[in-house]
């Protein structure tokens, strides 16, 4: 089944843009890509959600704002609680309550969005390689490879061999497929498909302790189920971290992808989407929210 396009106004001038895998009336399950990715890193997993259990399951692959095909911020505002809000604004424009999967980035907007007020309704809350507590050792190195290649690339090939070194993994496929994650400018450069603001350095960006308990009570207020699947060799969230994690949140299910890191359902697709959808299938709601 093709996928369908589907937009969702979230804000003034800001229209987001996602791909429907499955029926519009089966039970939604959002996928929010991490910080400089598009809603193609989800493109295996919204496909083999769409196809599970007689298409009873409908994936919304979304491009968050900055990125992708969504719109851009006029004002360049990319904090945490904007993407948070336009989250909210999603989930109010479906049917029911979605469980909502969230890689890096978009798992830490969907702890907020869900765990505080105004609260949006969710099913269920999946965190890939992402959790309350948070190693900055992993996230800058992720930060860094953005800025590092924001003026992007002479050519594919340049681009695929710079991957390549960031991602610890040997290149395979194509070279095209990038032009999915890719736009090319009129100078003929190859540049990410986010917008370059994202980068831009903030005065007022929250103290890092604070913050995570921010995210800690957000996620201790959510009542719907929360799994946090961590890849074997992530740098961003490690064993320890997840340890500690299964004494503050015992409620919380955890597992693990083993040979992946940060970037779970590209480096072992399969495996990814194996752990993830008994959840899903467990606790996707096709009623319409409260």
């Excluded at 969504?70 to 904090?79: A, E, F, H, K, Q």
């Excluded at 980035?105 to 390689?129: F, N, Q, S």
Aim: proline share 5%; with cysteine; net charge negative.
């Amino acid at each position: 089944m093709m996928a369908e396009a589907v937009h969702f106004a979230v804000s003034t001038g800001i229209s987001l843009r996602a791909d429907r895998h499955g029926p519009a009336d089966g039970a939604p399950v959002l996928l929010l890509h991490g910080s400089g990715q598009t809603r193609w890193s989800w493109e295996g997993t919204a496909r083999s959600i769409g196809g599970q259990h007689g298409s009873r399951l409908a994936a919304y692959a979304v491009d968050l704002r900055g990125h992708g095909e969504s719109g851009w911020c006029p004002d360049g505002n990319y904090r945490i609680d904007a993407f948070a809000d336009d989250i909210r604004a999603v989930v109010g424009g479906l049917d029911a309550a979605p469980v909502i999967v969230g890689a890096s980035m978009g798992g830490i907007a969907a702890l907020l969005a869900c765990g505080e007020e105004p609260r949006a309704a969710c099913a269920g809350v999946v965190l890939v390689d992402i959790a309350p507590l948070i190693e900055m050792k992993g996230s800058s190195r992720v930060g860094g490879f953005m800025r590092k290649t924001i003026d992007g690339f002479d050519s594919l090939e340049e681009a695929a061999a710079a991957i390549a070194v960031y991602s610890g993994r040997t290149r395979q496929g194509r070279t095209e497929g990038l032009l999915k994650n890719l736009r090319q400018g009129a100078d003929g450069r190859f540049r990410w498909h986010w917008d370059p603001a994202l980068m831009t350095p903030r005065d007022d960006d929250p103290d890092f302790a604070a913050f995570e308990a921010r995210l800690l009570a957000a996620t201790q207020a959510i009542t719907a189920p929360i799994l946090i699947v961590r890849g074997e060799d992530s740098d961003v969230l490690s064993r320890e971290t997840m340890t500690r994690l299964r004494e503050l949140l015992p409620d919380v299910a955890q597992a693990e992808i083993a040979g992946a890191r940060h970037m779970i359902a590209g480096d072992d697709n399969a495996r990814f989407n194996a752990a993830i959808l008994p959840f899903l299938v467990a606790h996707a709601d096709n009623r319409p929210p409260a």
